[in-house]
């Protein structure tokens, strides 16, 4: 079988969704020192609805490299499940219990008992509660379904067209339903299993079916796919344009008019975010194939180099990131700048934490057995072995 083709396209768009994720949790952190509806709170939360694209376009990553890698070839259900679930497995466990730990060396109410520790353990486990693994939990699920995933788009696959339009439609509903309807019920109030579902909706795989389908199509078809975004480059940056702006006037429509909570406004299961994160995914890979066809040229050796190694340590930076960014934020409290300095220090703070997580993160991914805890299998330095003369020449 042909080995499959390298997309450094993606490479570009991994490390660029996790510098979004950095953005995102480093601004969310410094709006907390901003007064609600005043000039800067208004700037940091819009910043911040812009950069909530970064979650969907996990997920599209997620779905386009494992239809990528799998549509074309026969495997085996038990060996895909082994050999993936392993990779996101072992690293859901280790930094749920780091976590857990972590958590409770600063928490003066934590219980350091066999009972509370498994109790806390196990349930965030269950339902992915600490900091940012949800997304290691959606993709387990996905996994979990990933062979029936196949065979319903290999059955469906002369209609894909539909099948996309069809799930781009679900989405704006489910997405609708959860802004309008659920975000403003008391789960409590329902039975256990709905309690749950509806408690825990930003982790269930089905909530963001486009992204995986979205992925699915653009990686069974990606020649055409590649091909229009080449084609056609500047509708895809002025349909990114168009979009954020619509995303801006949508938000502060309703903060000002409306008056929503900034939770409400800031919520990244909306509608308008399914259209205005498509056109990030499109414009980032268009930005991703420009690179990819530029990368070897003498200029862009270093960034090639950066951008290869930002993009094999991002699901280590992601990881990672929440420690890094706990220091960030303790030596911030401590300081206490002044409102103007905090504002420049914005995106000090973000490039300071991406950068000491990618450090970290691939040394981590460097080290064998250990480096799965990030997703990576280093493996154990090889001895040379010394050849005795006398023995060799008998």
Known sequence: MAKREHLYEVDLLRASIILGVLC???????????????????????????????????MFITGLVLFFTYYR???????????????????????TIIYILFSGTYEPAFRWTVGNLAHTIG????????????YLLVSIQLYILFPWFVRFMRKTEKWHVWVLV????????????????????????????????????????????FWFVF????????????AFIQKHPWTVFWTFIAMAAILWIHFYFQRLVFHDTEV??????????????????LVLLNVGLSWAK??????????????????????????????VLHFVEVAIYKWHPAPALREWMTPVNIIVVYLVSIVLATLIGNVPLLGYIVGQK????????KTNPSSSSS
Do not use: C
């Open 123 to 134: 349930k965030s486990l269950l339902y992915g509660q600490q900091f940012y693994l949800y």
């Open 264 to 281: 409400a406004v800031d919520d990244v299961l909306q509608p308008i975010m399914v259209p205005y994160s498509a056109a990030v995914v």
């Open 73 to 95: 070839r026969e495997f085996k259900t038990t060996n895909f499940w082994i050999k993936r679930l392993k990779l996101i497995f072992i690293p859901y466990v280790a930094w």
């Open 294 to 323: 530029n990368r070897t040229r003498k200029g862009m050796k270093r960034v090639s180099a950066f951008i290869q190694i930002a993009a094999r340590a991002s699901f280590g930076v992601f990881l990672v990131h929440p420690l």
């Open 166 to 209: 069809g799930s781009f439609l679900i989405e704006l509903g489910l997405m609708w339903f959860n802004h309008v309807y659920l975000n403003n019920l008391d789960p409590a109030r329902y039975p256990l299993w709905l309690h749950l579902l509806i408690e825990y909706r930003d982790r269930n795989v089905f909530i963001y079916e």
């Open 24 to 58: 995102v949790h480093n601004m969310s952190f410094l709006n907390l020192f901003t007064k609600p509806m005043a000039l800067d709170n208004l700037v940091y939360e819009g910043l911040l609805a812009s950069f909530h694209f970064t979650r969907e376009a996990f």
């Open 215 to 226: 992925g699915a199509v653009a990686a069974v078809h990606y020649d055409k796919f590649r």
């Open 378 to 385: 280093a493996d154990w330095p090889r001895v040379a072995m």
